[in-house]
């Protein structure tokens, strides 16, 4: 499928007529705009003829399904990747921060009282910010070389308390587990029965410590990643001296059920302001209408059935995307060198004529460009993960880097 985009910027019905599309480009009537998805522009005025394309949106914390359709033809299909490292990043960056003002560096005092959400009305922790400005941009890059007329996305409601407790009703809502606790410390010491729960009092060390079972970073403050330990155990522990009873285990994590609460509305919201038709459905609706048409269950192809089109004749491919850093504002490196001298971290925006996530083109096949060396081979890789070392006068330049890397795959 080639998209088509008019002279003045907009997005026509796509062509498979090739031989057409490579006299055009021949004759100098159009040029390439993009290469993945193959993506031309007119150099000429053309009539306008659309036909209605509904775009079906699969929302998601980790993959979004994509798929523009019209009643008999899928147009477009896409799995995109979010980005899950915004958290560990900003951990690191408070760690960079916290260190900074124990060093004879430049110093920024710590804020107390100057808290982002507090002085704007609507804010989302960064993480979540991410994941919901990723959804938008897949679906204003939809809008760039299809004419879409109608959006309908999926989204998800969870009660968190509901799966906690299945027999929760009522008033018992708003009366939860930490209900006459001033703080999850004294909740999580109370529920333990303010007793150590690896040596069970045989230590006799009065002092009690509240752990985190996975690190702050990975499991955050819920009390089901808390336990009570003395402080004795405690220190052990850290020291590598012990290791806790395998029946201390942290509880299921509801950080994706929490996001897709937060998106539901976020994302819905925000697309109304942008566009003028725009719809909600579910994920029981989008099951029924896969299983009664046979479908495979994948995330493009549960977007196709979002669409309401699923029976549309499919393309036989996908691009399959993913979401990369945009921007690494880390100046130096972490570890100190000898002499107190702490190394650059950044490296330079071009090296050999290459940038990062550049597609390149070694022994008949396309990779990105996932680490360069100004000496050396540079290291190549793949969106499922395969890496590859070749030095840089061996690559074939195909296309530049972009914060979302495509690439087509088969269905």
């Avoid at 007529?17 to 993945?36: D, H, S, T």
Wanted: net charge positive.
């Amino acid at each position: 499928m080639v998209y088509v985009i008019s002279k003045s910027g907009h997005p026509l019905m796509p062509t498979m007529r090739y031989g057409k599309v490579r006299r055009m480009l021949k004759e100098g009537k159009a040029k390439v705009v993009k290469r993945c998805p193959f993506i031309i522009q007119l150099l000429y005025d053309a009539e306008e003829n659309i036909q209605p394309i509904s775009l079906g949106i699969d929302a998601g914390s980790k993959v979004v399904g994509v798929s523009a359709t019209t009643k008999d033809k899928v147009l477009y299909e896409a799995e995109v990747e979010l980005r899950n490292d915004m958290s560990k990043n900003l951990a690191t960056r408070k760690e960079f921060r916290t260190s900074r003002r124990n060093r004879k560096t430049r110093y920024r005092k710590p804020r107390f009282l100057n808290r982002v959400k507090s002085k704007h009305k609507g804010w989302l922790a960064p993480s979540v910010q991410a994941k919901v400005d990723t959804h938008l941009r897949v679906v204003r890059d939809v809008h760039k070389i299809l004419p879409v007329s109608k959006i309908t996305v999926e989204v998800a409601s969870f009660d968190i308390q509901k799966i906690k407790n299945p027999e929760i009703k009522g008033i018992e809502y708003q009366q939860g587990e930490q209900l006459g606790f001033w703080n999850v410390r004294e909740y999580v010491l109370f529920r333990d029965g303010h007793q150590c729960k690896c040596c069970k009092g045989k230590s006799k060390d009065t002092i009690l410590n509240v752990h985190h079972i996975e690190s702050r970073k990975t499991g955050g403050d819920a009390p089901n990643n808390l336990v009570t330990l003395c402080e004795t155990c405690h220190k052990d522990y850290h020291l590598g001296k012990i290791e806790l009873p395998k029946t201390i285990r942290r509880g299921a994590s509801f950080k994706d059920a929490a996001f897709m609460g937060v998106l539901r509305w976020s994302f819905y919201n925000k697309l109304k302001e942008l566009y003028t038709d725009v719809h909600l459905t579910y994920g029981y609706v989008t099951k029924n209408i896969r299983i009664k048409n046979g479908l495979d269950k994948t995330h493009y192809i549960d977007a196709r059935c979002i669409s309401g089109n699923p029976l549309a004749k499919p393309l036989g491919y996908y691009f399959y995307q993913k979401k990369v850093r945009c921007h690494n504002r880390q100046l130096h490196k972490a570890t100190i060198l000898k002499g107190g001298y702490r190394k650059m971290n950044q490296a330079p925006h071009e090296v050999k004529g290459f940038r990062l996530n550049d597609t390149v083109m070694v022994k008949g096949r396309e990779w990105h460009i996932h680490g360069r060396r100004i000496k050396g081979s540079f290291v190549l890789a793949s969106l499922s993960g395969e890496k590859l070392e070749v030095v840089p006068t061996k690559l074939k330049f195909v296309s530049p880097a972009g914060h979302i890397i495509t690439e087509r795959r088969s269905a």
